[in-house]
């Protein structure tokens, strides 16, 4: 028995719109065909040549619970991490969308980390390798640096994403 690697995440939403909004004008993914399901969603890619969709999105149906709510946040998974490069150019994305975010170095290590949540409260953490990035080191200033299991996800306050690109639809 061989695993390969992780071949993609599914992430439940209430708000289609903003959560593709999120993982494509924020993060960067780009859309790809998605096999017609009988119910709505995004399969998102990474934007390299041949990039596999990582990222399942639905809404809907199978996405509501028995409240017939998509439930939100990511439960007992605590994030969902992509290897990136251009800590910088996320850091003024997350300024220019208006997105809380935290800073962290991994001790012991090379890697920079920033964290962020997409529109249903899935946690992501994007992983850079420090020695490749040019700039300033992580901000590991209180307020701004990343603590473990301390939640700074306010739906409340959350951006609306997506919503002039949906109302163009």
Not at 17 to 33: E, K, N, Q
Not at 97 to 108: A, D, I, K, T, Y
Request: proline share 9%; glycine share 12%; charged share 15%.
């Amino acid at each position: 028995m061989v695993i390969n690697g992780l071949f993609h995440i599914a992430i439940k939403t209430s708000d289609l719109a903003a959560t593709r909004a999120f993982y494509c004008d924020v993060i960067g993914l780009r859309d790809v065909f998605r096999p017609d399901f009988g119910y709505p969603g995004a399969w998102l890619a990474c934007p390299i040549p041949g990039g596999q969709p990582i990222m399942h999105i639905y809404a809907g149906g199978p996405a509501l619970g028995a409240d017939g709510l998509a439930p939100s946040g990511t439960a007992a998974i605590d994030h969902v991490s992509l290897s990136c490069s251009e800590f910088h150019q996320f850091r003024e994305r997350f300024l220019q969308f208006g997105l809380p975010w935290r800073e962290f170095l991994v001790p012991g290590t090379s890697l920079w980390q920033l964290f962020v949540y997409d529109p249903s409260g899935v946690q992501l953490e994007l992983t850079f390798e420090g020695s490749a990035e040019s700039g300033p080191l992580p901000d590991m200033s209180p307020g701004r640096v990343y603590v473990a299991g301390a939640s700074f996800f306010d739906p409340a306050t959350y951006p609306r994403l997506g919503v002039a690109k949906a109302a163009a639809r």
